[in-house]
């Protein structure tokens, strides 16, 4: 007699597969961003923009109580103007860097780094994600917070050196959507030399809470 086959786990496992839902592609998420200002007493609140956009459209506000918030759909970023991981090594290689230690995997992309804004006097300004830290030893030691929008996966890796900038160090790997990126450098004002810039991404994330910093761009 020939055994019944065991229908049970088939059907368990057919629920199961139709039960998966589906994971949801990083590149449509919005990126929001908020934190408090503090080295920068704003008169009222700010309107803020992104840098290089065109349309100038609203993105967030700096508000008179030192608080920032911003939130940037991917409808928004995909209106904004796409670098690539190989423009950048070319633009380098323009302005004579030595880029012969730099290897990239070329992919387009958006990179915020600040928000722009203008004072009730008119000075054309920006806040950006970032703190500023004093060491023991006399040194100060800045960590930026940017954010890479990445159409794809790409990367930008190795050492930059420029005449007359501090040197470059990136070890970037691109997914595709948010990638949280950490730009730290340490200045000795005794000595007024900065240690190399290392670009690290740190996660791939569509949020920041933390420091902000304001400054002028005059």
Same mark, same amino acid.
């Given at each position: ?16 597969? *139709?039960?998966?839902? &589906?994971?949801?592609? &990083?590149? $449509? ?7 408090? =200002?503090?080295?920068?007493? &704003?008169?009222?609140? @700010?309107?803020? /923009? ?36 190989? /423009? ?8 004579? *860097?030595? =880029? ?18 203008? /004072? ?5 300004? @920006?806040?950006? !994600?970032? %703190?500023?830290? &004093?060491?023991?030893?006399? %040194?100060? %030691? /800045? ?21 007359? $900038? ?5 070890? !970037? ?12 450098? %340490? @200045? ?12 690290? =991404? ?17």
């Amino acid at each position: 007699m020939k055994k019944k086959l065991a229908l049970l786990p088939l059907a368990v496992l057919i629920l199961a597969s *139709c039960d998966r839902t &589906p994971a949801t592609d &990083p590149r $449509t998420l919005t990126f929001t961003g908020v934190g408090v =200002v503090t080295n920068f007493a &704003p008169s009222k609140d @700010y309107s803020l /923009t992104i840098p290089g956009d065109t349309s100038k459209s609203v993105v967030g506000t700096l508000k008179a109580d030192k608080s920032v918030s911003v939130s940037i759909t991917a409808d928004a970023v995909s209106k904004l103007s796409f670098s690539s991981s190989q /423009t950048f090594y070319n633009n380098l290689k323009a302005s004579n *860097c030595d =880029v012969s230690k730099l290897q990239i995997v070329n992919v387009e992309y958006v990179n915020l780094s600040a928000f722009d804004f203008s /004072t009730s006097s008119g000075n054309s300004s @920006y806040a950006e !994600m970032s %703190t500023e830290t &004093p060491n023991s030893d006399g %040194t100060i %030691t /800045t960590k930026r917070t940017n954010f890479y929008y990445s159409k794809g996966e790409g990367s930008i890796k190795g050492l930059v050196s420029c005449e007359n $900038t501090v040197v470059g160090n990136y070890n !970037m790997v691109l997914k595709p959507g948010w990638n949280e990126v950490s730009r730290t450098n %340490t @200045y000795n004002p005794t000595t007024k030399t900065s240690s190399a810039t290392t670009f690290d =991404v740190i996660s791939q994330k569509n949020s920041y809470s933390g420091q902000w910093r304001a400054f002028s761009r005059q």
